[in-house]
């Protein structure tokens, strides 16, 4: 299984970037898709995750309103629209695949999903 996070990069307070993460080796329509993000000395958070067919979404309350996941299954690939950026956005980014459907456990625990990416930067100035 690979989940190849892209879309990363520089970008000035109330600026956009949309990540994107292509998935293979797995049926990609079977897994609910999470984003997460990591600064340095702390813990990886979840930013928002999105059930099987697109159907349920959650949203970590910093971000609601600001943030988009979506997911297109022809495509194995899960995006996160980035919107009004802040500098407390800074920070690297992963993708990550939970077989355990959406109502089952807590698509906010990482220790939930079963499959990682490698991580994309996400570096917003102010």
């Known amino acids: 299984v690979q989940l190849q996070a892209s879309g990363g990069g520089l970008v000035q307070a109330g600026g956009s970037l949309r990540l994107s993460c292509a998935a293979s080796g797995l049926t990609f329509s079977n897994y609910v898709m999470g984003w997460f993000r990591q600064t340095p000395g702390k813990e990886r958070d979840v930013v928002a995750a999105?059930?099987?067919?697109?159907?349920?979404?959650y949203y970590a309350d910093s971000v609601k309103g600001r943030f988009t996941i979506s997911r297109d299954n022809a495509k194995n690939t899960v995006y996160l629209q980035m919107n009004s950026l802040k500098s407390e956005d800074t920070a690297v980014y992963y993708c990550?695949?939970?077989?355990?459907?959406w109502g089952r456990g807590n698509p906010r625990r990482g220790d939930e999903y079963n499959y990682w990416g490698q991580g994309t930067q996400v570096t917003v100035s102010s």
């Open positions: 990550a695949a939970r077989s355990l459907r």
């Open positions: 999105i059930s099987w067919g697109g159907a349920n979404t």
